[in-house]
């Protein structure tokens, strides 16, 4: 079997995303075994244009990262969104919430008018091209990017899970973030994280966007319930760009 | 002192067979039926005859893309062993995986399941209006055969036929065979025609006024997508058959075959085992049924 | 063996042995909080628990399981069956009960052998409730005590004393109760102190009072099909299934095969579902036969208080509570909805 020729990009991101899939260490060489990298910048050198699989990191930021996407899109027969900045837009969106110029300013003060620095309002990849699979997660599970090339290898499409993160929470016999008069973004984010955070004693970020269809109505009445209000969760939703 | 506790032994446990374990098959046959559908052999490693009846359905399983609920399509009186007939829509991973397959791959294969339409009880000797709106011709196949090979055992035979479009027909040659037959009555229609087409156009219901029924008792047969049967169901009312003479196949989520993932509920009931054949009257007592 | 009357010091070098000797699980802190794990010595035992966050099911129908290997090359498919013995001490009464009830759903018409496996090899110790939890409502289910059932191969009981009653109910109890032979027999004394805990768990253990009796449970849900209670409670349903993976008699299950990295061999897992997540009822196509909030959410009510009883003869709400607490959004409080429903003019 000829192996699918696999490359990785990045755009407006930090990388974490396909540190990940470094840290895969012993599981990455069995991965290898089935795919063939022809380019990977934070891994080799090699450059390639003939790929079949593209993953892309980051968010669009600037109409020539939009053209960099479009050709990929072109040249590859599946392209995978890989981490919340891909799939979402992710914490680069929140400059979406300021005056453009302004955010150049405060981040380039006296350089911002350089040619170099422009930018342009963030969008995730698929607001600029189509997608066919996400991997969502600041950052990403490895285990569902080993799950989605698996099924990609067998010719299977790849069912992200379309339930909240509550599900895995309750498997994993966490105690709930709510007990501790925190606001979780559990009830309405989707799962396939395996509840990393809630495990671990943190409340939901929302790091993989929202279910296909989250019931905001209960949502707004469970912040009453609880002491709260909508603009707590909406702060916490404006992390990753999917008030 | 509180009774003994009735559990199975472990010794007894091991000794029960595994009900989620396919057997082994091999695909004898493939055809394709329309740019959606295709036609599949099978026969079972072991040569074991399935005694399956019209209505019942099996799990297909591919490692690795999992396990399926697929209708069969041939009748038992046409079973030598290796006649294990079915038919596969490509909708998602599962079938279009299936719609791969060649002669000689290899499938597991568990089951049949399910309740089957009535071909050797309430159906004898009876009228019979047989109704199959798009795949529901699949299962229904195997009831159309199963009378027509033992015709002597029942009155009158009509049976109506609705496909979405010319392109959607299954076993075309086949349903020339029926229309050519004196000894029953075939009607076909499409909801859209083309070019070619010269029959009869518009939904299903449109085929009722015309159909003769020459005896209250007629037993009527009906599969097809959920949203054909509230039509039809109202279309058949002039007709005043029994509701309990009136059978339907209904699909569920069918996920495991036996009765236990939850999936096919329908009310108190369980698509898998206690369906998926249906009367009118036992789905009206239902609800959440149609 | 005969009941015996057990010190608290007794207990804990007896339970401190079966660990050195098997697999044990029993119920221990997590958080602010319960759970069963792997206990590894009698002083992590947790008999005062008020309810575990997870029941003990997870022993018998784990989260995730593996129940066949395949060959994709070959289609070749062998099951795979837990066999190994354990024990899972300190089960409530409710649990047991439901334990019962699964019982019966995995070998009713078709037997189960992965679950019937585990269950088989099991050991359980059933420990009288020494702590109400919040929610729990297992008296108005008759599900307070162990009286009149059965399914548990020991039960123990906390005397006002501090002691133990230590009562083994099977042959498996017997065997595991063997390093109490030296334990004196519990007299007439304390097997009164023990009727009149359980007397009082049976008053206590009602933190919400059911005003129906449970066998009416079934007509009451017959007749309350167009309630306006199901989609005014389901607006603020989160669809999260969080009440059914607490709950000790929701069993569904969905099935999927997990490829090795050879991409030949694989298994097939069998991991927990449940029927208020919106995917539930839907088919290859897309059509969903249960799209709606209030379709699901009625689904499981009418689940526990009719369908078991249509199919099983059993009311499959044991009164646990866990519910009640596990639902963010507080709408999933059992004896609520039959209060209201009960309310209704008929």
């Known amino acids: 079997m000829i192996k699918p020729r696999i490359a990785i990009f990045d755009f407006a991101c930090c990388e974490g995303c396909q540190l990940q899939i470094v840290n895969m260490e012993e599981e990455l060489l069995s991965l290898l ?12 050198s090699d450059q390639s244009d003939d790929y079949d699989i593209a993953i892309v990191e980051g968010s669009i930021t ?15 027969k599946t392209l995978i969104a890989l981490g919340a900045c891909a799939t979402l837009g992710g914490v680069n969106k929140l400059k979406n919430l300021f005056d453009l110029e302004e955010v150049k300013t405060a981040v ?38 080993t799950y989605v090339i698996k099924c990609l290898l067998i010719g299977r499409a790849p069912a992200p899970p379309n339930y909240p993160v509550c599900v895995e929470c309750k498997l994993a016999e966490n105690v709930c973030r709510y007990d501790y008069d925190e606001i ?5 984010t989707r799962a396939g994280c395996r509840a990393r955070c809630p495990s671990n004693a943190f409340w939901c970020f929302g790091c993989r966007g929202p279910v296909d269809d989250p019931n905001v109505h209960a949502a707004t009445q469970v912040m009453e319930q609880y002491g709260k209000t909508v603009e707590d969760l909406k702060v916490k939703l404006t992390l990753f760009g999917t008030q | 002192m509180i009774a003994r506790s009735q559990l199975a032994s472990p010794e007894a446990v091991r000794a029960e067979p595994d009900i989620y374990l396919p057997s082994g098959a091999t695909v004898t046959d493939v055809k394709r039926l329309t740019p959606w559908e295709k036609y599949f052999k099978f026969k079972m490693d072991d040569e074991r005859d399935l005694h399956y009846m019209p209505g019942q359905f099996m799990k297909v399983s591919l490692p690795g893309v999992g396990e399926c609920p697929i209708s069969i399509t041939s009748s038992p009186t046409r079973n030598s062993g290796d006649r294990l007939e079915m038919v596969v829509r490509a909708v998602g991973s599962m079938t279009n995986a299936l719609h791969a397959l060649r002669p000689g791959d290899r499938v597991g294969l568990r089951g049949p399941f399910g309740t089957s339409f009535p071909v050797t009880g309430k159906m004898r000797h009876k009228d019979l209006l047989i109704i199959c709106g798009g795949l529901g011709h699949v299962p229904l196949k195997s009831v159309i055969e199963y009378v027509l090979d033992e015709r002597h055992h029942y009155g009158q035979i009509t049976i109506l036929i609705g496909n979405r479009s010319p392109n959607n027909r299954l076993f075309i040659e086949q349903i020339l065979e029926w229309k050519q037959r004196d000894d029953i009555t075939c009607m076909e229609t499409v909801d859209v025609a083309d070019p070619n087409w010269g029959g009869n156009v518009g939904p299903i219901t449109t085929l009722l006024p015309r159909v003769r029924l020459f005896s209250p008792d007629t037993v009527c047969i009906i599969c097809g997508p959920p949203v054909m049967y509230k039509y039809v169901l109202r279309g058949l009312e002039s007709l005043k058959l029994d509701k309990s003479n009136v059978y339907m196949s209904l699909e569920r989520r069918m996920r495991c075959g036996v009765g236990k993932c939850g999936h096919c509920q329908i009310n108190n009931v369980y698509g898998c085992q206690q369906g998926p054949v249906f009367t009118y009257k036992d789905i009206l007592e239902m609800g959440e049924a149609i | 063996m005969g009941i015996k009357l057990v010190a608290r010091a007794r207990l804990d070098a007896w339970v401190d042995s079966l660990v050195q000797q098997q697999t044990v699980y029993g119920a221990q802190a997590k958080g602010d909080r319960f759970a069963f794990d792997r206990l590894e010595r009698a002083s992590a035992l947790r008999l005062d628990y008020d309810v575990t966050i997870l029941p003990p099911k997870k022993y018998f129908q784990p989260q995730r399981e593996v129940i066949m290997r395949f060959n994709r090359k070959t289609v070749e498919f062998e099951s795979v069956i837990d066999e190994e013995p354990f024990v899972l001490f300190g089960v409530h009464p409710y649990d047991m009960v439901a334990i019962s009830q699964m019982d019966k759903v995995f070998t009713m018409n078709q037997f189960d052998k992965h679950y019937m496996a585990r269950r088989a090899n099991a050991t359980i110790v059933v420990s009288s409730v020494e702590t109400a939890s919040s929610s729990v409502f297992a008296a108005c289910m008759n599900n307070a005590t162990m009286r009149g059932k059965s399914g548990h191969d020991v039960l123990i009981t906390k005397l006002p004393s501090g002691h133990y009653v230590v ?25 009164d102190a023990r009727e009149k805990v359980l007397n009082q768990n049976e008053k206590s253990l009602r933190k919400y009072e059911l005003r129906v009796l449970p066998e009416d449970l079934p007509a009451l849900l017959d007749r309350s099909r167009s309630h306006p209670v199901w989609q005014e409670k389901a607006e603020l349903c989160y669809s999260c299934g969080s009440c059914n993976f607490v709950c000790p008699t929701c069993y569904c299950f969905d099935v999927e095969d997990e490829m090795g990295w050879d991409m030949e061999t694989g298994h097939r897992v069998r991991k927990w579902d449940g029927c208020m997540l919106v995917d539930f009822a839907a088919v290859a196509g897309g059509h969903n036969f249960r799209s709606k909030r209030s379709a699901r959410y009625s689904h499981r009510y009418y689940r526990k208080g009719k369908y078991s009883w249509d199919t099983y003869g059993e009311i499959s709400c044991v009164g646990c509570g866990r519910c009640i607490t596990a639902c963010t959004a507080n709408i999933a409080n059992p004896v609520e909805i039959f209060n209201t429903l009960a309310e209704a003019p008929q």
């Open chain 1, 62 to 76: 600037r109409e020539e990262d939009a053209n960099r996407l479009r050709e990929i899109r072109k040249r590859a």
């Open chain 1, 33 to 44: 075994e089935h795919v063939q990298p022809v380019e990977w910048r934070e891994a080799m």
């Open chain 3, 167 to 191: 009562d083994p109910r099977t042959e498996k109890g017997d065997n595991l109760c063997e390093g109490l032979a030296e334990a004196p027999e519990a007299n007439a004394e304390a097997l």
């Open chain 1, 184 to 188: 979780c973004l559990g009830p309405i």
């Open chain 1, 108 to 145: 380039y003060a006296e350089s911002a008018s350089l040619p170099i620095l422009e930018t342009a309002t963030v969008q995730a990849l698929h607001e600029v091209v189509d997608v066919d699979y996400r991997i969502e997660g600041c950052p990403i599970d490895a285990a569902e990017l």
